[in-house]
């Protein structure tokens, strides 16, 4: 906790929100399985979080971890049931 | 007085449970009050919630700092958040996991596992990637303290307004299995 | 009567039912919404027979309840923070028609810094809007409020509205046990809103008209005496709740506790209160006499009542949920205020504590008693304090 002489006058994050660890929040981890993957990145337009990468037409998504929510709508959508959900492991 | 601590994520139904826990000690002829503490209302953020319950009626309004007991929903914020802050002596550590309690012993407390996410799902209990695991886990807290008994989780569980049936039949589930095997 | 555990939120869906308004318009906005919802229930089961409007904003939310009101029936609404800020041009109207519409204001801290927890600061920024303004300690009494709040506004020497303030969270989701009255028991207590005008195509009258200056000041002068006049009501209704259902709040206005012999108060409202009174349990077990004066009436003040406590204690310790900017705390002015004159010259000390919803704890209150007895002995050392502020100086004990 900050003291008050020590902060700005109204709040202003100094850095960008990108830096916050959202992946914390999850309970649940997607695990992809590439081999049923037809690249229709309907999980791309569908995650809320922009957490799925598609570098271009071509590529697979590849998912950002470190914001991941865990929510599973990107599996829930997926027409080719490529996506699961798996309760993540306790470091 | 009694004081419980819950930790979930939103969407687990903490705020739920910790009323669930509060009308069940009622039943009993017990004062109650309980309340949740969500920052963010976001499905996944980390919440706490609070049930306490005493003989007379209840009027600190503040949270729990020193809990007699802590409920938590989801095995993860074991590592993220300071679960057992404030703990009191002996006090029950009931964690959702599919874990055995030995592979919580490195936080030195009387911790206590169930299994409530399977029992969850085994009942339809929210979908598979976010199961509703608050009423599960109350029936393995009735086990694992005594504090209430079963029964009253019970009744109390058949008042939510949805699937009050799947719901109570998780919390007997959870608690037969603690006493079975836990 | 049957006893439920439920949110402050459901009390106030349970008291609105209980009241049976005509009309009810709310936007909802956290950590009102479940009021919002639970109403919907109530209209969509049936239990509850009401025009449930729904509107784009809270300035429209108020806006119907006037029209509404203007009709001649019952109307009801529910926000918080800056959905109340956003009703304000309309909460002036209210009042000057002359509208006993009854409000709940789950109060929320204002923002920037954007929050949702509770704050008094949304209510008091109300102060001069014309409404009468109370403050709830528990579900109980919102629920119970609620029906007294709607019998002191209807009443035809009275006719203003009248807003009840519960703390987000501490009291919005916050379960405890609740007496739910019968119904039957309350329509005998508030028989149906009957005013002496309001719109009928069969007998058009005009509303809201301009009035020239020789004729303003008398419309405003008798908001005033209606005003002063709402102290004895809001006693008096105290007084007759309690008669039917079996609880009553202070004498309606203020709410002393374990003050009798007491050598110190501290002066709070709402959910404060509430953990003040606990602490003052254990501190008289240690001898300590200390006691707890709840302000529940904001509007009107019980200037009265805080002259006769002042004379009887040795300081006064007021403890609140907000700030003006550019004074002090609004309750200590006010009571400071209600002492001009009366001679009696004692310390009065601001404590400023859970701003935005920061927890007030048992030890948090113990320190300010602490403080306040020290202050007795030796004197004001400084007019405000806020509490517990990160300022480097703050004794680890006091977080």
Redesign the interface.
Known sequence: ?????DIPL??INTESSEKVRTGDWRTYIPVFDAEKCIKCYICWKYCPDAAIKVKDEESLPEWDLFHCKGCGICAEECPKDAIEMILEEVE | MIEIRFHGRGGQGA?VA??VL??AA?MEGK???????FGV?RRGAPVTAFTKIDDR???????I?EPDHVIILDQKLVRSVDVTSGLKEGGVVLINTEKPAEAFADLNVNVKTVNATQIAIDHGLGSKEAPIVNTAILGAFASATGLVKIESVVTAIKELPRKPDANAKAAQAAYDAMEGGA | MVKQ?I?GNMATAMGTRLCRPAVISAYPI?PQTTIVEYIADFVADGTLKTQYVKVESEHSAMSCCISASNTGVRTFTATSAHGLLLMHEMLEWAAGARLPIVLVNVNRANG???SVWADHHDTIMQRDTGWMSIFCENNQEILDSMIMAFKVAEDPDIMLPMMLSE?A??LS?????VDVPDQALVDKFLPEYKPEHFLDPENPKGFGSLVMPPQYMEFRYKMAESMDLAREKIRKVNDEFYEVFGRKYGNGLIEEYRCDDAEVVLVGAG??A??V??VVDRMRDEGHKVGLARLRCFRPFPYEEIRDLAKRVKAIGVFERTYTFGYQGPFTAEIKGALYGTGVDIPIKNYLLGIGGR????KHVRAVFEDIMKVAEQGLDQETKWFG????NTPEEEL
């Open positions: 906790m900050s003291k008050h002489q109204t709040p | 705020q910790c009323l509060a009308k009622f004062e109650v009050q309980s309340f949740p503490y209302e009626p209840i009027r600190i309004k503040s949270q700092y | 555990v949110t956290t920037p810094p954007w703390d969270f501490y989701h916050t379960s405890e046990p959910t404060n509430s953990t009174r606990e927890d007030i704890r048992t502020l990160l300022d480097g």
